[in-house]
């Protein structure tokens, strides 16, 4: 049984914490390159996926469909990104980056890779390590005990 201290303490507020301090870091060092963090993310994974889905997207980076499709449109919008209808099925659309928003990754890699370099030299690539595979192991635990579907819910 868990004891009251541990129900007391809310599970989000640290890695909340946490993600809004990351993403000051990465946006700071990446201040004035083409890309945002979560703009840099998304490409990557689009890229990794293509041609993507909005729902294939959504699922990767465990959002909602109405949030990947927000983020996406600035990035159509500045020829980063392109969106065509699925050959394999009409209703779908696939996501794809452009040459324009591979040069925009480009631009922005050396930045990342600056934050990322920042982050190791503040916490030590051992306790990175030891972090990622526990975040990891509690995403699939978490989604193993409440379902895929309830982590991706606006």
């Not at 009251?4 to 946490?18: G, I, K, T, Y």
């Not at 990446?30 to 041609?51: E, F, G, H, R």
Request: proline share 3%.
């Amino acid at each position: 049984m868990l004891g009251e201290e541990m129900v007391s303490q809310c599970a989000l507020f640290d890695v909340s914490r946490l993600s809004r301090l990351l993403t000051g870091l990465y946006n700071a060092k990446m201040k004035d390159v083409p890309l945002s963090i979560s703009q840099y993310t998304l490409l990557i994974n689009i890229d990794a996926l293509a041609p993507a889905r909005v729902t294939e997207v959504a699922n990767a980076m465990l959002m909602d469909r109405t949030s990947v499709t927000r983020l996406t449109e600035p990035l159509i919008a500045r020829g980063f990104l392109k969106i065509e209808q699925s050959a394999e099925d009409r209703r779908a659309k696939n996501l794809t980056v452009t040459a324009k928003g591979r040069t925009a990754l480009r631009a922005s890699e050396e930045a990342w890779r600056d934050a990322q370099l920042a982050f190791l030299e503040a916490v030590g690539p051992e306790h990175w390590s030891l972090l990622r595979k526990t975040l990891r192991d509690t995403v699939h635990m978490v989604r193993e005990h409440v379902g895929d579907d309830l982590a991706v819910q606006e």
